[in-house]
Nanobody, 120 residues
Framework: QVQLVESGGGLVQPGGSLRLACTAS????????MGWNRQVPGQQRELVAA???????NYAESVKGRFSISRDNAKNEVYLQMNGLKPEDTGDYYC??????????????WGQGVLVTVSS
């Protein structure tokens, strides 16, 4: 079994920065894709950023130029650096990972979510 633990959320003023981190632990052979989704109450969860196994990032249009995703394969971690935060970035941020276990089975794993609030 694989668990994801997120950290780094909180309250920040518009224009400020936050860095989210997500660490995977458990029965892991390798991690393929990693990413972050965001959910606002009453709306569907949406992709914010994703990163492939070879480090290629992909961003939602709304965060391009402001957010940066990165990963540390040795630590089984993914990060989301958020700069120039706007009130509309407020929401629950969920990390996810596509994990292969030692039996080569693929698991889609989600974290518990971390709240980001952008407000003055």
């Amino acid at each position: 079994q694989v668990q994801l633990v997120e950290s780094g959320g909180g309250l920040v003023q518009p224009g400020g920065s936050l860095r989210l981190a997500c660490t995977a632990s458990g029965n892991i052979a390798s991690i393929i894709g990693m990413g972050w989704n965001r959910q606002v109450p009453g709306q569907q969860r949406e992709l914010v950023a994703a990163i492939t196994a070879d480090g290629t990032p992909n961003y939602a249009e709304s965060v391009k130029g402001r957010f940066s995703i990165s990963r540390d394969n040795a630590k089984n971690e993914v990060y989301l650096q958020m700069n120039g935060l706007k009130p509309e970035d407020t929401g629950d941020y969920y990390c996810y990972m596509s994990v292969r276990d030692p039996m080569y089975r693929l698991h889609e794993v989600w974290g518990q979510g971390v709240l980001v609030t952008v407000s003055s």
